[in-house]
């Protein structure tokens, strides 16, 4: 039986993992914890999530890492905490399931590496390297029946938020080093949903980056303007092997796109080339029921990041397309069926407790999402100044 400590709670991805956690036979959840002079806020979603969740609040990150009823450490806490929070967790003997992305920075990134390996502890960052989608594209490379691969390209876009009001005259100037990734209201979407495609990037390709060029802007959402955070972002990327890989990264609006948004690879190889799309085949519908229409604007979650704001505002399913039979749902685990979200995400928390069972490393391991780290990194340094930044 393993013992779970989720580092904070609600209002976090958290909402997502204790479920998965909560279900496996082999764990146990003892308590919500996080560092002590945390804001109030977030002192306050912690202790309403340890409640939900019927499992004691714990105060003092230290102490509760000390329990010897504690193996794994779930740490969701935000970006710019994660770095030192996962530090202490690995000197403390524990294995880290990470949100993602892995740190705000290269050396918090290094940091925990370092303190991953020294301590000898498993670790895994959640991803989508495992949905039916990105499997497809990884056989589809081992097969051969595209030659060698010369490109890949990775669509990912969330449509959600109420988009429309961003100061389309005033171009978005980059400053680097970034200081702050998430708000109440928006995020740094290339940071956070590019990270995504970055992961896949390195899963399919087993290539480091070498060369990054990068730009981010402001095209949909006021909130990200105001706080000077992107809402939309590309890289272009040279890989060890003369591979090129691109991708788009953001947060489209609602209304942009049929379902949550285009979810995307496509490989180019020597002999031929393959679109790998997260919703095909499917089946679009047409009928004279009344049109999906976005939630009303929840203040607290306006980009509808967690689960939890969405369910306050009663979000609807969009039903836009049907897959077939057999196919997976376009709901991820530990998501309730009414909430609107992307392909279906495997349990990466039953994979991390294999890793751990098994005793063999993570194939999204802190070492591999740390190279995802410094790559983004690059890209803000890239947009920055205009010009490619290399590895």
């Known amino acids: 039986m393993y013992g779970v400590l989720l580092v904070s709670g609600g209002r976090t991805h958290q909402e997502n993992y204790a479920p998965l956690f909560a279900a496996d036979k082999r764990c146990k959840l003892i308590g919500v914890t996080d560092e002590t002079l945390v804001p109030p806020e977030r002192l306050q979603w912690n202790q309403r999530f340890a409640r939900e969740v019927g499992i004691p609040l714990l105060p003092d990150l230290d102490a509760a890492l000390a329990r010897p009823d504690v193996q794994i450490a779930s740490i969701c806490a935000e970006p710019e905490r994660r770095g030192r929070i996962a530090v202490r967790v690995a000197r403390a003997g524990k294995h880290i399931y990470m949100d993602k992305p892995l740190a705000a920075s290269a050396d918090d990134a290094r940091r925990i590496v370092a303190a991953v390996q020294k301590a000898g502890v498993r670790s895994h960052m959640d991803t989508m390297v495992r949905t039916p989608w990105a499997e497809q594209a990884r056989q589809a490379l081992a097969s051969g029946r595209l030659g060698e691969l010369r490109a890949i390209h990775c669509d990912l876009l969330f449509a959600k938020g109420n988009a429309g009001a961003a100061p389309l005259g005033r171009p978005r100037r980059e400053k680097f080093p970034p200081q702050r990734f998430t708000f109440v209201n928006s995020k740094r979407e290339l940071y956070t ?52 890989a691109t991708l788009t990264a953001g947060r489209i609006g609602w209304t942009s796109d049929p379902m949550a948004g285009p979810t995307r690879i496509l490989l180019v190889g020597t002999r031929g080339s393959l679109l790998v799309d997260a919703y095909r085949p499917r089946l679009e519908i047409y009928s004279d029921e009344p049109s999906w229409t976005p939630p009303p604007f929840n203040p607290g979650d306006p980009m509808a990041f967690w689960k939890s704001g969405q369910a306050e505002v009663k979000t609807r399913p969009k039903q836009a397309y049907v897959l077939p039979a057999g196919a997976p749902a376009a709901v991820p685990a530990g998501v309730p069926s009414g909430v609107p979200s992307g392909p279906e995400m495997p349990n990466e928390v039953g994979y991390f407790l294999d890793c751990i069972d098994q005793k063999r490393e993570s194939d999204m391991s802190a070492a591999r999402a740390a190279e995802g780290i410094e790559v983004l990194m690059a890209a803000y340094q890239s947009a920055s100044t205009g010009q490619v930044v290399r590895l």
């Open 193 to 244: 949903t590019g990270v995504y495609s970055l992961a896949l990037i390195s899963w399919l390709t087993n290539r480091r980056v070498r060369t990054v060029r990068a730009v981010t802007a402001n095209y949909f959402f006021i909130e990200h303007a105001r706080n000077d955070v992107e809402d939309f972002g590309m890289i272009a990327m040279g890989l060890d092997g003369g591979i090129t």
